[in-house]
């Protein structure tokens, strides 16, 4: 008799096996600000590897074992291999159980929908495969017929995946319809129910309004999101918006969420343009959260609020004023392995 396979998209507070960065060098856009955000890099990995192990994708190990001489390089892989840039978060590989077993789900990176190039960062999740720097315990599944970041879904672990229409439904990506998109994510990763978000954006940024810079899954029942209390911010009407959507959303057991507010960060501006900085693009970790601050007051603010919602865990702050200039935060960077 064959029985049908389970597949579990794990939430990111399950306990995680590695992280991996993917290291800003020469040739990519950060090359004006290096040092600038080598040394934000530089603090994310020395918080990642004090809990668990680490990953690096780098141009060259032995420039980034030298910026990380005062860490324990026995929990970090380093692996050399050509990149565009640095958003693991959305060229890495996403972890699925299937039948209890972790499978690397590689799905199509394209550039947030054919805006930068990515020919490079496309490759480096079977590159790591093909290369056998996974351990054994991981399979691998080539998904690279639909286009996927992992900054674009949220996953309670349970069923439920919380998204954007903006993003997932984006032209430049699949090209499909709502219902077919929803097939398709329930066939991957063998969810329940998809909670779409159609509202909510911030200026800057590059992803077509990622869920990971709006609202994030924080338990089976609580989700923290971005609200603007300045009704003469840009931003104002479409995160009411999008709070009026998250109050409305049910769990897999149909009942309504715990919203946790995060406070809008203060505008941060380079050359007269806007930057997405964004308190909901922290990073879930073994026993802590890595938060992104701005050098703000509201990051005291946003550090409470998160505790609200891990309660258990140490948030620690990492500043990330370098990462926006590029336009993302800790989260995105980031990808975690199950």
């Not at 971005?226 to 109050?247: I, S, T």
Request: net charge negative.
């Amino acid at each position: 008799m064959n029985l049908k396979s389970t597949k579990i998209l794990p939430a990111e507070w399950a306990e995680q096996s590695f992280v991996q960065l993917t290291w800003p060098h020469i040739d990519t856009d950060w090359a004006y600000m290096l040092e600038e955000v080598n040394t934000c890099f530089v603090n994310i990995a020395t918080e990642i590897v004090k809990r668990e192990k680490l990953l690096i994708i780098c141009a060259n190990t032995e420039e980034v074992k030298l910026l990380l001489r005062n860490v324990d390089f026995s929990k970090i892989t380093f692996v050399e291999m050509p990149t565009n840039d640095t958003w693991a978060r959305d060229h890495g590989g996403i972890t699925v159980l299937e039948n209890g077993k972790k499978v690397i789900y590689d799905f199509a990176f394209n550039g947030w929908g054919m805006k930068f190039a990515a020919n490079y960062d496309n490759q480096i999740t079977r590159k790591l495969f093909k290369n056998k720097h996974f351990d054994e315990v991981f399979g691998y599944r080539n998904c690279l017929d639909f286009v996927l970041e992992g900054g674009s879904i949220e996953s309670d672990g349970e069923g439920t995946i919380l998204t954007t229409s903006e993003c997932l439904l984006s032209d430049n990506r699949n090209n499909k319809t709502k219902e077919d998109v929803e097939a398709k994510l329930k066939d991957y990763f063998g969810i329940k129910q998809v909670l779409w978000l159609n509202h909510g954006f911030l200026t800057g940024d590059d992803t077509d309004s990622h869920v990971d810079t709006l609202a994030r899954l924080c338990c089976t029942d609580t989700i923290a999101y971005v609200k603007c209390e300045d009704e003469n911010d840009e931003h104002y009407a479409e995160l009411k918006k999008m709070e009026d959507e998250l109050k409305t959303f049910k769990t897999y057991k149909h009942e309504k969420f715990q919203l946790i507010p995060l406070p809008m960060a203060d505008p941060v501006f380079e050359e007269g343009e806007r930057l997405p900085a964004t308190y909901a693009n922290f990073l879930i970790i073994n026993n802590a959260i890595l938060l992104p601050t701005y050098n703000s007051p509201k990051d005291e603010i946003a550090k409470q609020q998160i505790q609200k919602a891990f309660p258990d865990r140490e948030i620690i702050g990492v500043d990330c004023i370098a990462l926006i200039k590029q336009h993302g935060s800790l989260h995105c960077v980031t990808m975690q392995y199950i």
